[in-house]
């Protein structure tokens, strides 16, 4: 019987594809007890079949849509999501699985480490994570955000809750909002700090920029979305929340500690200047809750 079915959207990124699926041909779970299933978001060329690899395709749609479609046609009893830019480590299925047959329903989010550790924009970017996982999981027996590169759940479980949100095209945001819908549903969530993945997603100044802006750009949709639904307003976050994280590079003894927190501030700016854009091209779905929700979780969202 399949236990896990994973899952890994991609799009354009041939290389580091091929690094992610070697280091899950390495899981130290048994073999014939796990599938790999990638989803080609409209990749060109479109990729070629990988021995021992399930490979569908899709109209280019983002990677909610793609996981949703691996999901879709997974045999697992649970689903385990990472990118095509991280190399799970060998534990890493044995992790989960060690909780999930514990606590079946659970939604899980594992650790991810930086593997590019001498590209200062890629540190910066793991950084932000880190920061945001100490803040907003500090309660460990109430989480509340894991990223999509590093997630299990139950398969039964996830269809339930309704998947991610396919109407958040960018890779930014769809973690957060599944994430928010699952607790508002009263499901709980459980952090597995020993399943790791490597993350390898190389940044120049400009790739930062933009992803952090993209990052901005999601939490906006995730705004609207969730003040359709009844959420309520999301106050903007404490001033010892953005002087915490300026902080932060030097309370973990990173490398460069002010490069790295310069680069957490000009993140932030790309982040706000994001929501922005996105609102100001949306006007017909800026309610009043919308409108208000400048603050807070603009920054919180995927690390892919």
């Not at 079915?5 to 796990?34: M, W, Y």
Request: aromatic residues 10%; glycine residues 6%.
């Amino acid at each position: 019987m399949i236990q896990f079915s994973v899952i890994v959207p991609t799009h354009n990124r041939p290389g580091q594809l091929r690094e992610c699926l070697a280091a899950l041909a390495r899981q130290d779970f048994p073999k014939d007890q796990f599938e790999v299933i990638v989803v080609d978001d409209g990749g060109e060329p479109s990729l070629r079949p990988e021995p021992g690899v399930r490979l569908l395709r899709q109209s280019h749609s983002g990677p909610a849509a793609a996981r949703n479609t691996g999901a879709a046609n997974a045999c697992g009893r649970w689903l385990a999501f990472t990118d095509d830019d991280c190399q799970p480590e060998e534990h890493w299925l044995t992790a989960f699985a060690r909780r999930m047959k514990e606590h079946p329903e659970h939604l899980f989010g594992g650790a991810a480490e930086n593997i590019l550790t001498r590209n200062t924009y890629s540190a910066a970017s793991q950084q932000l994570i880190s920061y945001l996982f100490s803040y907003y999981n500090a309660n460990v027996r109430r989480p509340q955000f894991f990223t999509s590169n590093n997630m299990a759940v139950g398969a039964a479980m996830f269809r339930a809750v309704g998947g991610f949100d396919a109407n958040l095209p960018r890779a930014a945001a769809e973690d957060r909002e599944l994430c928010d819908r699952w607790l508002r549903q009263q499901r709980p969530m459980t952090f597995a700090p020993d399943a790791i993945v490597r993350h390898s997603r190389g940044l120049t100044l400009r790739k930062f920029w933009r992803q952090h802006l993209n990052y901005g750009r999601g939490a906006f949709h995730y705004h609207a979305v969730r003040a359709r639904r009844g959420s309520g307003l999301i106050r903007i976050e404490p001033w010892r929340f953005y002087a915490n994280l300026l902080r932060y590079p030097f309370t973990v003894a990173a490398p460069r500690p002010l490069r790295q927190a310069m680069l957490l501030a000009i993140a932030q700016g790309a982040n706000a200047f994001g929501y922005f854009i996105e609102r100001s091209c949306y006007p017909l779905v800026r309610p009043r809750e919308i409108q208000r929700n400048v603050g807070k979780d603009s920054h919180k969202s995927s690390a892919s």
